[in-house]
Structure formats: structure tokens, C-alpha cells
């Protein structure tokens, strides 16, 4: 492929990288990945253990399969990939509660309302909180 064909194929994956990004971080608030730890499972023992809704899941999981995180087999069993195990909470180099927290709304409607920040120059928090996120977070310890 000469640069000019792949450059639209690097720029698509690049606009929908936030559908990616929130296929990680359901995956990663629904625990797939932990229900793996002992061995592949299908769409159905995953949905079972995870709350989930089989046919909508199955078709994350095909999703997650596309991307590397997770492999099916012949069987129609998923399995966590080694870049998959990261999202295991037991996992020494876990980023599940990375991917938890960055699909929350506090950051996902800060990036999503980024043209506006753009434009004023304050940001999302700035304008719904009255203030930095700094001065909100010193103002509601814990």
C-alpha cells in the first residue's frame, strides 16, 4: 500500500478510536477478563457471570476479538490475549481501573465538549463547576 491508500485507513482508525476506547471500558467495568482467568468461556458463561446481555456481549466480544484484546476459537470460547490480561484486576500491570475511570462521564463529556474549550478557552469543568477541578477536589475531601 503506497502512503496516499493508507493514510485514510490511519485517519479512520483515528476517528472512531473512541468506539474502541469505550469497548475497553465496558469490558473492563463488566470484569470480562477476570471471568477468564481460569479458561476460555463463551458468550453465554460470560454473559452469566457478568450481568450482561448475551447477544449484545457476544457482539463486544467479537469487537474486542477484532482489536487483539481477546481470541475466540473453534468452539466460539473467548480467551484474554496477553495485551487482553492487562485488564484483569489481578493482573500486576492491571489498567482496568484506568479503563474504568477514563469511560466515566466526568472525562468522557470533558472530551466530548472539547470544542468548546477550545473556543472559550475554559474548560468543560470550569464551566459547569464555577472553578478548576483542582479547586472542586480540594473543596470535597473525602
Given at each position: 500500500?503506497?502512503?496516499?491508500?493508507?493514510?485514510?485507513?490511519?485517519?479512520?482508525?483515528?476517528?472512531?478510536?473512541?468506539?474502541?476506547?469505550?469497548?475497553?471500558?465496558?469490558?473492563?467495568?463488566?470484569?470480562?477478563?477476570?471471568?477468564?482467568?481460569?479458561?476460555?468461556?463463551?458468550?453465554?458463561?460470560i454473559a452469566?457471570?457478568?450481568?450482561?446481555?448475551?447477544?449484545?456481549?457476544?457482539?463486544?466480544?467479537?469487537?474486542?476479538?477484532?482489536?487483539?484484546?481477546?481470541?475466540?476459537?473453534?468452539?466460539?470460547?473467548?480467551?484474554?490475549?496477553?495485551?487482553?490480561?492487562?485488564?484483569?484486576?489481578?493482573?500486576?500491570q492491571?489498567?482496568?481501573?484506568?479503563?474504568?475511570?477514563?469511560?466515566?462521564p466526568?472525562?468522557?463529556?470533558?472530551?466530548?465538549?472539547?470544542?468548546?474549550?477550545?473556543?472559550?478557552?475554559?474548560?468543560?469543568?470550569?464551566?459547569?463547576?464555577?472553578?478548576?477541578?483542582?479547586?472542586?477536589?480540594?473543596?470535597?475531601?473525602?
Amino acid at each position: 500500500m503506497n502512503p496516499s491508500e493508507r493514510e485514510p485507513a490511519e485517519l479512520a482508525q483515528m476517528i472512531w478510536a473512541f468506539m474502541l476506547s469505550r469497548a475497553v471500558q465496558v469490558a473492563a467495568k463488566l470484569g470480562v477478563v477476570d471471568g477468564l482467568r481460569d479458561g476460555p468461556r463463551n458468550a453465554s458463561e460470560i454473559a452469566a457471570a457478568t450481568g450482561a446481555h448475551e447477544a449484545a456481549l457476544a457482539r463486544l466480544l467479537r469487537f474486542l476479538t477484532s482489536v487483539g484484546l481477546l481470541r475466540e476459537d473453534e468452539n466460539a470460547c473467548f480467551s484474554a490475549t496477553p495485551l487482553g490480561d492487562l485488564l484483569r484486576s489481578d493482573h500486576p500491570q492491571s489498567m482496568r481501573a484506568l479503563a474504568v475511570m477514563y469511560g466515566q462521564p466526568s472525562f468522557t463529556n470533558a472530551w466530548g465538549d472539547l470544542y468548546e474549550t477550545v473556543r472559550t478557552g475554559r474548560s468543560h469543568f470550569e464551566r459547569h463547576h464555577d472553578g478548576t477541578m483542582f479547586d472542586y477536589l480540594a473543596s470535597h475531601r473525602a
